[in-house]
């Protein structure tokens, strides 16, 4: 799907850039940890514009002062980030990663390890990983790049992610710094600003309809009061940054490919 934004003509993979890159807008000096190539531009294009104060890394063990192109090395390092200290920031709060999800439910419980019984899985994915200290101890999003009732499901077959009622039934050490904040989708993007945390429709990307999104969903979704707004798109100035200095060779078509108008 395409729109227009003035002159020119904006890809669904260019909203869902913008609309990784709002996750950390207003975040102030903590850690992004954007995983997938979408989540990383915003992470960039967040860093470049309206939140400079991001701490960016190399992926490996240096912090970078800049913004480079996809794919590419930074030429600027601030400073060293061995794992030793990158989980210090986990563990105090300073970060704010936005993680992959194989299934995610209407509380923000997220699978990445296995589908099927625990015992006997279909499925063996990543591992739980890092996935309950991350939800436990800071902000953490979600990047979905193919929103089905696959990945959207009315229980996720094992918990990695801690998600709202989990949290709660746990008591105030899990929820004194849970913080589930949004996910972003193909189709939208969504957080959990309701009165019983789960799920709720936040915005649309152009071209989709709410029906879109209801059926490629393995649960009822909440909707705001007066109409679903339209995700934002990106400036003339955030256009260019996208295409000419972060992602010049359209690496974010790969994982979000362009649809017919």
């Not at 902000?139 to 709202?164: A, I, K, L």
């Not at 059926?215 to 009061?225: I, N, Q, S, Y």
């Amino acid at each position: 799907m395409t729109a227009d934004a003035g002159p020119m003509t904006v890809t669904r993979a260019e909203y869902c850039v913008v609309a990784c890159a709002e996750v950390w807008r207003g975040a102030g000096e903590v850690l992004a940890s954007p995983m997938g190539t979408v989540p990383a531009l915003g992470a960039r294009l967040a860093k470049r514009t309206f939140s400079p104060e991001l701490l960016l890394t190399d992926g490996e063990a240096l912090l970078v002062g800049d913004a480079p192109e996809a794919g590419n090395g930074a030429p600027v390092t601030e400073g060293w980030l061995p794992y030793r200290r990158h989980l210090a920031l986990v563990a105090t709060g300073r970060r704010h990663v936005m993680m992959g999800a194989s299934q995610i439910d209407r509380y923000g419980n997220q699978n990445i390890s296995c589908v099927g019984d625990w015992a006997r899985p279909s499925r063996q994915l990543l591992g739980v990983r890092g996935a309950p200290v991350n939800t436990l101890n800071h902000p953490t999003s979600y990047w979905v790049p193919r929103h089905s009732p696959r990945t959207f499901v009315e229980r996720v077959d094992m918990v990695c992610g801690v998600g709202y009622d989990r949290a709660a039934a746990a008591g105030p050490s899990a929820t004194r710094f849970h913080d589930v904040r949004e996910v972003v989708s193909d189709l939208g993007v969504f957080d959990f600003d309701t009165p019983d945390r789960t799920m709720r429709v936040r915005s649309l990307h152009p071209g989709v309809r709410l029906a879109d999104v209801r059926e490629a969903t393995g649960f009822a979704l909440r909707v705001p009061d007066g109409g679903v707004p339209v995700t934002r798109a990106p400036d003339a100035a955030e256009l260019r940054l996208i295409r000419e200095v972060l992602d010049p060779g359209g690496l974010r078509d790969r994982e979000v490919p362009p649809c017919g108008p």
